[in-house]
Structure formats: structure tokens, C-alpha cells
């Protein structure tokens, strides 16, 4: 079995499965990432970061969610206007509003998004178009060498914001966890999908999951990106097959009773 046949095992494991139509629905969702985002989102790419940066480090979803749906998250943060968030003191909103965000775990976010604030300023990078057209990353994988160019894409963003010191963003998996939300041709490789790619045969299997080297990490999204441009589907429905599959707490509601680990 090749690593393509044990991804199209994977699938269908997941299709027999399937929950309707929910699952169908987040299909569709993901097939149309980025323009769902830069609605929702309102092109504010702070907003997206800000987001990403309070789930972050295991803060429980379900209260972050609930944190972010209501309008105090936005309130708190000055509606993410950027002019007006760079320059707050994060310690202002940790004396007077830390009581409604402990469903993000860790005060050190709040200056880290505040840091965002004030470099994407700096930079001139501040709404979701902005990625698109200063970085010059293809939204979609037609051939074989749009993969090459996302890398090679990638890689210059990844070292602009280790220059940076972009807060959570420097990090080779949480850029990318980025991109894949804001639509980019990219899967995420978190623990789950590392998880699966050991099972695969993609990397080596490991006790802990976090000890994966970014070159090893980057062999499983691009292989996902390979798989996808042959089985024509988007890496982000990919991604989510991988999380099903790998019992990933959020996703089993796409479907109905217990999926073995295996192939």
C-alpha cells in the first residue's frame, strides 16, 4: 500500500461514517476558507491572529469560543482597530479585564497580541488581502509547481517574522495553522495529524508528538499538498479528515459512531 492509498483509506473510513448534513456542510465551508473569513473576519487580519493566539496552548475551546462570540472580546480589545491596540499597555487590560478572559489561560497572550498589533502596523500588513498580495503565496494547487512556490513563499514569510519576533506567528506550525484558516493550500501539523502521518508511514513513530522537527513536519503538509493536487480536493477538507480520523475532540460531531485507528 502506498502512502496515497493509505490517505484514500483514510477517507473513505471517514465517508462511511459520515454525519448529514453536517459533515457535507463543513466540506463546503472549507472549500470557500478564504472568502468565508474575509467576511466574517471583516478583512481585519488582527482579529484572525488575536483568535488563533487564545486558543492557543490548550485553552479550552468551547470557553474560548464563548469568550470571543461575545462582544466584551471585541470591547477589550478596542475592535481590533489597529492604531488604537498598539498602543495600549497590556497591563491596563490585565489589571482591569483579566477576569473575562482566564478561558485564554495565559496573561503573557495579551501583550503577544498587542505586539501583533504593533508590528502588523509597522509593517503596513493589516488585513487578510494583504497576505495575499504581499506575500505572493498561490491560494489554490493547479500543478506541481504551485507547491514548490508555496514554500518558497512560505519560507521568506516564516523568516519575516522570525525577524520580527512576530509573537506566536514565527513558529513554522502555528504560521501555518494561519494560513490554512485564512484559506491558504496548507494543512496544520499538530499533534493530531502527526499522529495520523506515524501511522502512515510518513514519519517515524514517536512517544511525544511534539518532538517532531520542522523539516519532519513539513514532509507531511507537503505530502497532504501532493495528495490533494492528485485526488483534486482542497487541503483544508484533508485536514479535516485527518482530525476525524485522529479523534480529535472537536471534530468527531461530523461523525456518527467509533472510527478504529488503523489501516
Known sequence: ??????????????????????????????????????????????????????????????????????????????DFELTALAKEDPENIIDSEWHNLTAIRFKKKIPAIIRCAKLLQDGGSTTIESIYSGNKLPVELKTESDIDNFWLCFDLMLAKYEKQEMPHFKNMTTLLHLLLHLGFPCVKPDLIVMKVAALIGLVPTRENLNTYRPVERKIVVKTIQQYCLSRNIKPAVMDLYFLVFGGQKDSLKYVNGFIPFSI
Do not use: G, W
Not at 11 to 29: G, M, Q, T
Not at 39 to 46: A, F, G, V, Y
Not at 48 to 58: D, Q
Open 1 to 78: 500500500m502506498t502512502v496515497f492509498d493509505k490517505l484514500d483509506t483514510i477517507r473513505a473510513k471517514v465517508d462511511a461514517k459520515r454525519n448529514e448534513p453536517l459533515f457535507s456542510e463543513e466540506i463546503r465551508s472549507l472549500e470557500n476558507r478564504y472568502q468565508t473569513t474575509v467576511t466574517s473576519e471583516q478583512n481585519n487580519l488582527l482579529r484572525v491572529m488575536a483568535k488563533l493566539i487564545c486558543y492557543s496552548n490548550n485553552a479550552p475551546s468551547d470557553k474560548v469560543t464563548q469568550l470571543i462570540d461575545s462582544r466584551k472580546f471585541e470591547r477589550i480589545f478596542h
